[in-house]
């Protein structure tokens, strides 16, 4: 199982990367590092669990975050309807997207980043990805709000991108045009 050591923090090269394609169907191997992706973030949002192996959680995770660059990303998170997302897949990309953005109102933070980066993330309201499941199935997904959000930060992570680098230099807290601010 993946822990904390596994996890490589911002300064490590992979982070900025732009990660390799999965090849379809995806070799067992390739299923087995999403179905660890999806395991740790599944594990680290249970008290027992990550109390015992001293997890951080995370709602997602990235292959490139514990030293992969494939595209490959796992999330774990509900939306405020309680619907849950749990999803381990290869090269998601997002195909359409709104002109709205949201971010949420006490920033982003991530499991390969040790500090707090305050600021908002300007993020699109909505999205559409398609990804192929680790089942093998290609899917389409229509995702908004917080699930919208999780999935920005991981696909940016297969494409080299940092949550912070999404931050207003000049001022972190400034007012994100056609934006809307989600409390989580
Ligand atoms: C806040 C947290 C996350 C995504 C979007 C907003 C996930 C944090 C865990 N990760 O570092 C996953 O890459
Ligand atoms: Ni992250």
Partial sequence: MITMKDIVLEGHPVLRQVAEDVTLPASVEDQEIARKLLEYVI????????????????????????????KIIAVHVKDEKGKL??????????????????????????????????GFVPRYARITIEATTVEGEKIKLRLKGLVAIVFQHEIDHINGIMFYDHINKENPFAPVENGTAIDR
């Fill in 43 to 70: 594990n680290s949002q249970d008290p027992i669990i990550s109390e015992k192996y001293g997890l951080r959680p995370g709602i997602g995770l990235a292959a490139p975050q514990i030293n992969v660059s494939k």
């Fill in 85 to 118: 997302y749990s999803y381990a897949l290869f090269n998601p990309k997002i195909i359409s997207h709104s002109v709205e953005k949201s971010y949420l109102s006490g920033g982003e933070g991530c499991l390969s980043v040790d500090r707090t980066v305050p």
